[in-house]
């Protein structure tokens, strides 16, 4: 039973993925998964509901699988550390991830599937909770859009570099151009 459903789930997000929501069709989406569109109802009411279930798993397959977070860091560390572990996953969807702004731009997606504001969330707890560590009081909210736009950036206009491929020196140079036009400074 749970097997069938990621076996679709997984299906929708490509096809989602690739053609975006109007585009998309349950035959197409049956097909991608191995198995019949009337399996696939058996499943999700509509389409509607087959997408915003795709968004769900989408998100918990991407977004949430980070790299243990080091709060033992100064903040540009951190900030370093935090622009590339995002880079990085956005690098390895960038495909999904067009699709959600796509799709948010299209209104087909719900506010809380918003992936600018679900990043921006994402990245205020954990400066909040870098905050808390190192008794610090950095602008949480400031910090967290500024990275996202910087990943929005990446989305946008340099998708055509696929971030996760490049060595390690490589990335360590992107990121570093991304925090050049910053000003952010060390807490004394």
């Known amino acids: ?3 069938t459903q990621d076996m679709i789930l997984k299906a929708s997000v490509k096809v989602f993925s690739q053609k975006g929501y109007s585009e998309a069709t349950t035959k197409e989406i049956a097909m991608a ?4 569109e009337m399996t696939l109802f058996r499943r999700f009411e509509s389409k509607h509901e087959l997408f915003i ?9 991407s977004i949430d699988h980070q790299k243990k977070i080091n709060y033992d860091l100064s903040i540009m560390a951190f ?12 690098s390895m969807h ?18 809380e599937y918003d992936m600018t504001q679900v990043i921006i ?16 009081s950095y602008d949480a909210s400031s910090l967290s859009k500024w990275i996202s736009a910087c990943v929005l950036q990446y989305i946008v206009n340099d998708a055509s570099i696929d971030y996760h491929e490049l060595s390690l020196d490589k990335q360590q140079k992107y990121v570093n151009t991304c925090l050049y036009v910053s000003d952010i400074k060390e807490e004394k």
């Open 1 to 3: 039973m749970k097997h």
């Open 33 to 36: 998964s191995g198995l019949s």
């Open 53 to 61: 279930q795709s968004l769900r798993y989408a998100l918990d397959q």
């Open 79 to 90: 900030i370093k550390q935090m622009l590339h572990q995002k880079l990085f996953n956005v």
């Open 94 to 111: 960038k495909d999904l991830f067009k699709m959600f702004i796509r799709e948010r731009l299209s209104q087909n997606i719900p506010k």
């Open 121 to 136: 969330r994402e990245m205020k707890e954990q400066f909040d909770q870098y905050n808390a560590y190192c008794h610090c």
